[in-house]
């Protein structure tokens, strides 16, 4: 069964601490995978999109790693700031897959002043 | 183009009301997705088009639902006899799928927020 589990499920950390965020997938076969971040009450933004040869992209402070041997992924938020306050969710396609798309619960990323 | 548009962007209704949503995608993209989120969870997928042909439902889909995309540009998703299980933040995406398996541009619109009291 194509699933998509992320850890932690929650996290609180100060303004300006740097911090990681897990996802671990056992959709296949694999096309590529995606970081979103969605703000309350809003539709979710793409962060970043990975595809299999790739094992890390970096789009401004946010950094995401791609381990397709281990299907593991993580984001690395540095330097973080209050507005990144939101749920990170990921997302993994899969190849001729209907939809194609396969959502994780989201970690909900609280940044404290 | 602004991307992907959602009307309206908030609902309350009364339960047993029928609600509609609209969704206008990008417009060169031939793929729209539904999905459901409740708050805390992931978005749960609904169902989605490849231009005006509806391919797959989610179980999810009761029959109180049904979602159309007529002309293959915008959609609109339609709950009959609303229940509060219903509220839930309504999400449109769409995509641009090639001859193979990839989808391009995958962007979601900010949602429609329903909320049956």
């Known amino acids: 069964k194509n699933q998509v589990e992320q850890s932690p499920q929650s996290l609180i950390i100060l303004e300006g601490k740097n911090c990681t965020l897990q996802c671990n997938y056992t959709v296949s076969p694999f096309s590529n995978l995606r970081w979103y971040k969605q703000d309350t009450g809003r539709g979710p933004v793409s962060l970043t999109i990975?595809?299999?040869?790739?094992n890390t992209k970096s789009n401004g402070r946010y950094t995401a790693t791609l381990d397709a041997d281990t299907k593991q992924s993580s984001l690395h938020i540095t330097a973080s700031q209050l507005s990144d306050s939101a749920s990170y969710i990921c997302?993994?396609?899969?190849?001729?897959?209907?939809?194609?798309?396969?959502f994780g619960p989201g970690t909900r990323l609280s940044v404290l002043p | 183009d602004t991307g992907v548009s959602q009307d309206p962007r908030h609902k309350i209704t009364k339960r047993g009301q029928n609600v509609t949503f609209r969704c206008d995608p990008i417009?060169?993209?031939?793929?729209l997705y539904w999905y459901r989120q409740t708050l805390g969870q992931g978005p749960e997928f609904l169902t989605y088009f490849q231009n005006e042909a509806q391919l797959e439902k989610s179980r999810l889909l009761s029959d109180r639902f049904s979602a159309e995309r007529p002309k293959g540009s915008f959609s609109t998703l339609e709950i009959q006899r609303t229940e509060q299980g219903d509220s839930a933040m309504y999400l449109c995406a769409s995509s641009l799928k090639d001859r193979g398996s990839n989808a391009y541009g995958y962007t979601f619109g900010s949602g429609t927020r329903l909320t049956v009291v």
């Open positions: 417009s060169e993209h031939n793929r």
């Open positions: 990975m595809t299999f040869s790739e």
């Open positions: 997302v993994v396609s899969a190849l001729n897959y209907g939809q194609n798309f396969v």
